[in-house]
């Protein structure tokens, strides 16, 4: 994982109103805590933290430098603005190297399931991330999951994931986290093309009455 920096400030004060201050000036407030020291009150540009979450995701180790100090971190609970979704606050814990984290990876599904295309079914994405423990620079962006040979009635749980070396999970391994399921539209079809078929039938069975005698 490459080693991305981040320039924080201290000195902010606290409060709605000196945070709110503090977003009209291209800032954002924070808070950088763990490993036994006291939290500290801080603030990042919005635009650096903007392109480094862009860039790296939420998961990306950041090398914070705080008054001349490096602090290897990770951003934890964003807040976002309700309306605009710009960052409004973040949390920045401290971490160290070798120690293991909890972080939730986002999953996502890779590939075409052709099979589940033909017979019109869909896939239903029931799990779309996954909490796993590993070393800070061990933290995948993302969990790829290969749909590619799904068929309709088939799942993928849990513990048929490919999670990277040194990547666990305590999550249920019978968890589900995608279902290839026939679609409402096919069943209608289906049920549709049947009473065709049946109607179809019953009416070449029907013979026409045979026309009335003429009297001699």
Do not use: K
């Not at 606290?14 to 954002?28: D, E, K, Q, Y």
């Amino acid at each position: 994982m490459a080693e991305v920096t981040l320039t924080a400030e201290v000195g902010r004060s606290t409060g709605s109103s000196a945070s709110r201050r503090l977003r009209h000036t291209g800032r954002v407030p924070a808070v950088i805590y763990g490993h036994g020291m006291e939290p500290v009150a801080v603030s990042v540009g919005a635009r650096e933290l903007r392109a480094v979450l862009s860039a790296h995701g939420l998961n990306q180790v950041l090398t914070l430098q705080v008054n001349g100090s490096a602090h290897l971190v990770l951003a934890r609970q964003l807040q976002r603005h309700p309306l605009r979704h710009t960052v409004a606050h973040v949390d920045f814990q401290v971490v160290r190297s070798d120690e293991i984290v909890h972080a939730d990876v986002p999953l996502v599904l890779s590939g075409t399931a052709e099979a589940v295309e033909r017979e019109r079914g869909v896939l239903e994405h029931v799990l779309t991330s996954l909490s796993i423990r590993s070393t800070p620079a061990q933290i995948p962006q993302e969990i790829l999951v290969d749909v590619a040979a799904m068929e309709v009635g088939h799942a993928i749980r849990v513990r048929d994931l490919q999670l990277p070396t040194g990547v666990t999970t305590d999550a249920d391994p019978d968890e589900t986290v995608v279902i290839a399921a026939a679609s409402s539209v096919a069943a209608e079809v289906a049920e549709a093309e049947e009473a065709e078929a049946v109607e179809g039938a019953g009416a070449a069975g029907t013979e026409a009455p045979a026309p009335p005698a003429e009297e001699g």
